[in-house]
Structure formats: structure tokens, C-alpha cells
């Protein structure tokens, strides 16, 4: 064989066969980036602690229950819910709770840090002014959404594929992903969140949350949109 040849049939090799590698079958626990007690006194330990261990990896063990029952394999937990018209419509709902609830709490602990951005600077603080005309007037905007979800759900900033932003919310585990929207930074409005801490008191929990907030994911998902990365 000619190297050409040879070159060709390796790349040829690796563009078939990658697709098929890099689909996942099962997967895996994010890490929580900080301690369950590091958010406090805003965020009490005892929710951080039940959160994720138990709503979170609840969500991420029935995923997997599901995907191994129909063979159903994915990119990434994203890109499912990027496709849901492809999913067997007999477990089409249970992978809308189960894969949202693992891709909306992995953004979530992200958008949290105890020393974080509290908020955005660059590019995306003006796409934000652009929007909303100032940082506070976004600020209300966001936290009138947050309280106004009516039972479960959370609150987004999401992108377009241009970069226009905007406030979305959603009910249950849904993801904005399945809207075609890039997600860019979420609030978790579900009793879980704030319970055990805030009891009915979600407006006090809200409010709490702006002192833990990060934008630092949020901005680099911003600048990455679009290139590559975000063109799964
Ligand atoms: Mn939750």
C-alpha cells in the first residue's frame, strides 16, 4: 500500500469509528466542585449533602437503568436531550426527567462556588446590558422569573446560537437544551433545593443564592458559542 493510501485509510478508519467511541452507554457522577458545607450559611450543608446525594445521583442511576433496558447510547447527557425525537417514545419522558435532572444539577453546582464571579465581566456582562439595559434591571428580571415558577422547575440564562441571551424557565427536569438553546447558567426552584433550610420561604432562598452565584462556567460557555464545542 502507498502511504498515501495507507494515510487515507487511517483517517478514513478513525472518522468511522469515532463516533461509535466516543458514545457513552453509562454515565458517570459529576463531582461536586467545593465541600456540601461550603455554601453555607447560605446554602446549609444538610441540603448540599441531600441534594447531591440523593436527588442528584438518584437521577444519574435511573439514566443508566434506562439507557442499559433500550441500548440507547449518547454523546453526552446534553446531546440526548438535544434529540429527543430520537429516543423511543415508550422511554421518552423518563429520559426527559432523568437526563435533565443529571444535566440541570450539573450545571447548577457550577453556577455556585463560595469564592465565585458574583458577577459577569467581558463580552457577556455587555450582551447582558445589551439585553436588559443594566446588570441590576437583569438581576430583578431573573429573580421576579425565579419566583414566579409555579411548583417545580428552575430558572435559566440561556444563549442562542448567536449569542442573543435570554431568561427562560422551565418546569420539572425539562432542559432548555431540548429548545435548541444553550444553557448558560440555572436556579434550582424545586422544594429540594430549599427546604430543609428555607422551608416555604423561596423568595429568602432566591435571594440567598445571589451571594453564591458564579458566573465563571456561564462566561466560558459563552465565549465558546460558536465554535466547535458547542456544535455537538
Ligand atoms: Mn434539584
Known amino acids: 500500500m502507498k502511504?498515501?493510501?495507507?494515510?487515507?485509510f487511517i483517517v478514513g478508519a478513525v472518522v468511522w469509528t469515532a463516533p461509535i467511541f466516543s458514545r457513552v452507554c453509562e454515565f458517570k457522577l459529576s463531582p461536586l466542585p467545593y465541600e456540601y458545607d461550603a455554601l453555607e450559611p447560605y446554602i446549609s450543608k444538610d441540603i448540599m449533602q441531600l441534594h447531591y446525594e440523593s436527588h442528584y445521583k438518584g437521577y444519574l442511576s435511573k439514566l443508566n437503568a434506562l439507557?442499559?433496558?433500550?441500548?440507547?447510547?449518547?454523546?453526552?447527557?446534553?446531546?440526548?436531550?438535544?434529540?429527543l425525537d430520537t429516543i423511543p417514545g415508550s422511554i421518552r419522558t423518563a429520559v426527559v426527567n432523568n437526563a435533565g435532572g443529571v444535566a440541570n444539577h450539573?450545571?447548577?453546582?457550577?453556577?455556585?462556588?463560595p469564592t465565585g464571579k458574583r458577577k459577569p465581566g467581558?463580552?457577556?456582562?455587555?450582551?447582558?446590558?445589551?439585553?436588559?439595559?443594566?446588570?441590576e434591571k437583569f438581576k430583578d428580571e431573573f429573580t421576579r422569573a425565579a419566583k414566579g415558577v409555579f411548583g417545580s422547575g428552575w430558572v435559566w440564562v440561556c444563549a442562542d446560537a448567536q449569542g442573543m441571551l435570554s431568561i427562560v424557565t422551565t418546569t420539572n427536569q425539562d432542559s432548555p437544551l431540548s429548545q435548541g438553546l444553550i444553557p448558560l447558567l440555572n436556579l434550582d426552584v424545586w422544594e429540594?433545593?430549599?427546604y430543609l433550610q428555607y422551608f416555604s420561604k423561596r423568595d429568602a432562598y432566591i435571594d440567598a443564592w445571589w451571594q453564591v452565584v458564579d458566573w465563571t462556567a456561564a462566561q466560558n460557555l459563552y465565549s465558546s458559542i460558536g465554535?466547535?464545542?458547542t456544535l455537538e
Open 192 to 194: 429540594h433545593a430549599y
Open 122 to 135: 467581558g463580552k457577556m456582562l455587555r450582551a447582558l446590558k445589551d439585553k436588559w439595559g443594566t446588570w
Open 3 to 8: 502511504r498515501l493510501q495507507l494515510l487515507g
Open 106 to 113: 450539573t450545571l447548577f453546582w457550577k453556577s455556585m462556588s
Open 227 to 229: 465554535t466547535k464545542q
Open 67 to 83: 439507557l442499559k433496558e433500550t441500548s440507547e447510547c449518547a454523546v453526552s447527557v446534553e446531546e440526548l436531550l438535544k434529540r
